[in-house]
């Protein structure tokens, strides 16, 4: 079945410093993958996808295929980045598998 | 442009009682989404529809029904609301299928059953 862990339910760093949101997915077939940001009590917003390989707020985000994993990531890490991050896996063309999301607090 | 516009954005039933709550969409977009958000348990499909006229069951279905009577508004219903309903509900759209299409989603109806 296709399924997207998030092993980490919650990251806290320092400002300034290096920051690793690991995703795995399971999934039979070329994966379309993409990364989600919600901030506190608003709406998802969609933030890469992998196809677009861009970056946005300095955040990348690379998928291997090898290692079933699309980790997002970013150099330094900013206060305002601290958000509920979803990996999010297109099932198919019909719908998309989420899975369990991370918490990251960005301390100052 | 509104996007994708959900209501009511609070409520709070009692055991046993019916709402509905619409997801409206002025995209134009073929498929909507209806998800529920719990703390540790990510965002779990409800169901879904790809185009007008059209239903399918997500991961879990049970205890909700839908419709898409009109391709921009997508209705959810709970016909006797449980305590285990209390959650936060998102509704999404996109376009189509495809890499570049991601979701665009609503607010959020953050649902309280007493």
């Known amino acids: 079945a296709q399924r997207v862990t998030q092993p980490e339910k919650l990251l806290s760093v320092f400002k300034g410093a290096p920051v690793e949101l690991k995703c795995n997915y399971s999934?039979?077939?070329?994966?379309?993958l993409f990364w989600y940001v919600q901030y506190s009590r608003q709406r998802l917003q969609l933030l890469l996808r992998h196809i677009s390989r861009e970056s946005i707020k300095g955040f990348t985000a690379d998928l291997n295929k090898g290692e079933t994993s699309f980790h997002l990531k970013k150099p330094f890490a900013q206060e305002e980045d601290s958000a509920m991050y979803y990996c999010?896996?297109?099932?198919?063309?019909?719908?998309?598998?989420f899975g369990p999301g991370t918490r990251l607090s960005v301390l100052p | 442009n509104a996007g994708v516009t959900q209501t009511p954005k609070f409520r709070v039933l009692k055991t046993g009682q019916s709402m509905t709550l619409l997801c409206a969409q002025d995209m134009n977009h073929e498929y909507m989404y209806w998800y529920r958000q719990d703390p540790g348990m990510g965002l779990r499909l409800i169901h879904y529809?790809?185009?007008?006229?059209?239903?399918a069951k997500g991961e879990v279905p049970d205890g909700y029904n839908v419709s898409r009577l009109k391709k921009q508004n997508f209705l959810l219903g709970l016909e006797s609301a449980a305590p285990s309903q209390t959650s936060v509900y998102f509704c999404?759209?996109?376009?189509?299928?495809?890499?570049?299409?991601?979701?665009?989603f609503g607010s959020g109806t953050r649902l309280t059953v007493v």
């Open positions: 529809s790809v185009g007008e006229g059209t239903t």
């Open positions: 999934y039979s077939g070329s994966p379309e």
């Open positions: 999010a896996l297109d099932n198919y063309g019909q719908n998309f598998v």
């Open positions: 999404a759209s996109r376009p189509g299928t495809g890499e570049f299409y991601g979701y665009t």
